[in-house]
């Protein structure tokens, strides 16, 4: 017997979103007619041409320099960068189960490392973020769980990231520039300590006065709802389990610091970044792919790393080039292609609910008689 229907189903709102029909009555779009939306499309093309002006016309790079020192670069060091990136992903499922458990929803490792994964693909693919709107929705496809609940799961599992990668890469920063610190090292850190103190205010409103102002604007009712519910997900979160996902987030980062650290020795530059140097690059990487007007960060991510790489740590444009090719390669572009390949066979994009999982509030209906 299936699971009984969670009692606040009935009620959840339904909202448009661009990507997926939240009535979970229909499957969403498929992401080819999303890659055929012009809009996708120039999202895509701009940065890719901005990179080429900025290749060909201020960054001085060789074109034989840079495919030399690539197709140099040592596969096994390459490998290991492949390997520790992608221990980050059950890392992060493990993360998303615990925070879905204090919701009330059980989900085990692999599913919910998959369906992050397939979020991911989305993510590298179509612009503003619209991977995290995918994974609560097929979430929400095979375990019919309350979506708002979920939405609130995946942004309190952002605001970690958000926390940890600033903190990290502050503290990577701090002793990387030990020595001293220029006038662009300390912007940065101004920015970054700004924007912790920015999002600590945030949370601390909504967390105290965000149901009261939702009932004071002139909103319909079932807004209102959502809200109560996404709430009850942001801040389900049991305060003992807080320090696990405070350790595990660093080991998710830890994981993106690594293999920018590991490509760099893979392609064999003699330039003083170091593992400091790395964390501190690769996080303001991750934070810059936040910036929701590309696909990844596609442009954003390649310009502000390549700046840094050659502004800070006097590396020459054409080994910037050469790392941010690199490692670009191994966070977005095998996301691509392994990403489609589990988009296709994967059981979760059709809706295969797992034998046993519950959501939300279900229990287990008892057999007749």
């Given at each position: 017997?299936?699971?009984?229907?969670?009692?606040?189903?009935?009620?959840?709102?339904?909202?448009?979103?661009?990507?997926?029909?939240?009535?979970?009555?229909?499957?969403?779009?498929?992401?080819?007619?999303?890659?055929?939306?012009?809009?996708?499309?120039?999202?895509?093309?701009?940065?890719?041409?901005?990179?080429?002006?900025?290749?060909?016309?201020?960054?001085?790079?060789?074109?034989?320099?840079?495919?030399?020192?690539?197709?140099?670069?040592?596969?096994?060091?390459?490998?290991?960068?492949?390997?520790?990136?992608?221990?980050?992903?059950?890392?992060?499922?493990?993360?998303?189960?615990?925070?879905?458990?204090?919701?009330?929803?059980?989900?085990?490792?692999?599913?919910?490392?998959?369906?992050?994964?397939?979020?991911?693909?989305?993510?590298?693919?179509?612009?503003?973020?619209?991977?995290?709107?995918?994974?609560?929705?097929?979430?929400?496809?095979?375990?019919?769980?309350?979506?708002?609940?979920?939405?609130?799961?995946?942004?309190?599992?952002?605001?970690?990231?958000?926390?940890?990668?600033?903190?990290?890469?502050?503290?990577?920063?701090?002793?990387?520039?030990?020595?001293?610190?220029?006038?662009?090292?300390?912007?940065?850190?101004?920015?970054?300590?700004?924007?912790?103190?920015?999002?600590?205010?945030?949370?601390?409103?909504?967390?105290?006065?965000?149901r009261r102002i939702i009932t004071r604007l002139p909103l319909p009712k079932r807004a209102g709802e959502f809200y109560e519910r996404f709430e009850e997900g942001?801040?389900?979160?049991?305060?003992?389990?807080?320090?696990?996902?405070?350790?595990?987030?660093?080991?998710?980062?830890?994981?993106?610091?690594?293999?920018?650290?590991?490509?760099?020795?893979?392609?064999?530059?003699?330039?003083?970044?170091?593992?400091?140097?790395a964390f501190f690059v690769a996080l303001i990487a991750s934070l810059l792919t936040a910036i929701p007007l590309t696909p990844a960060g596609l442009g954003i991510?390649?310009?502000?790393?390549?700046?840094?790489?050659?502004?800070?740590?006097?590396?020459?444009?054409?080994?910037?080039?050469?790392?941010?090719?690199?490692?670009?390669?191994?966070?977005?572009?095998?996301?691509?292609?392994?990403?489609?390949?589990?988009?296709?066979?994967?059981?979760?994009?059709?809706?295969?609910?797992?034998?046993?999982?519950?959501?939300?509030?279900?229990?287990?209906?008892?057999?007749?008689?």
């Amino acid at each position: 017997m299936s699971p009984t229907q969670p009692a606040d189903r009935a009620e959840e709102p339904v909202i448009d979103y661009p990507l997926v029909n939240e009535s979970g009555a229909e499957a969403p779009a498929p992401l080819s007619r999303r890659l055929r939306d012009p809009r996708t499309i120039i999202s895509i093309v701009l940065p890719l041409i901005l990179i080429a002006l900025i290749a060909a016309t201020v960054g001085e790079i060789d074109l034989n320099k840079l495919v030399g020192s690539i197709t140099r670069a040592d596969p096994l060091l390459l490998v290991a960068a492949f390997g520790i990136y992608y221990l980050g992903f059950p890392l992060r499922g493990y993360r998303w189960a615990l925070l879905l458990r204090g919701a009330g929803m059980r989900v085990r490792l692999r599913d919910s490392t998959e369906i992050i994964f397939i979020g991911w693909l989305v993510n590298c693919l179509v612009p503003a973020k619209l991977g995290d709107v995918y994974r609560a929705y097929l979430l929400r496809l095979n375990f019919d769980v309350s979506l708002s609940r979920t939405f609130g799961t995946v942004f309190i599992e952002r605001v970690f990231d958000l926390f940890t990668i600033v903190l990290l890469g502050l503290a990577a920063g701090f002793w990387s520039f030990r020595d001293g610190m220029s006038p662009e090292v300390r912007i940065i850190f101004g920015i970054g300590l700004a924007f912790v103190a920015a999002l600590a205010i945030g949370l601390f409103v909504v967390r105290n006065f965000g149901r009261r102002i939702i009932t004071r604007l002139p909103l319909p009712k079932r807004a209102g709802e959502f809200y109560e519910r996404f709430e009850e997900g942001v801040f389900s979160i049991e305060a003992r389990r807080v320090p696990l996902l405070a350790v595990v987030t660093v080991l998710i980062w830890a994981t993106e610091a690594m293999r920018l650290y590991l490509v760099v020795l893979a392609l064999g530059f003699d330039f003083p970044l170091g593992i400091s140097g790395a964390f501190f690059v690769a996080l303001i990487a991750s934070l810059l792919t936040a910036i929701p007007l590309t696909p990844a960060g596609l442009g954003i991510v390649e310009a502000g790393v390549g700046s840094i790489l050659v502004g800070l740590y006097r590396a020459t444009g054409d080994e910037a080039a050469a790392i941010v090719l690199v490692d670009r390669a191994i966070s977005v572009l095998s996301i691509i292609v392994l990403g489609s390949i589990l988009y296709l066979v994967s059981s979760k994009t059709r809706g295969g609910q797992p034998r046993g999982a519950q959501g939300l509030g279900d229990t287990p209906a008892r057999p007749a008689g």
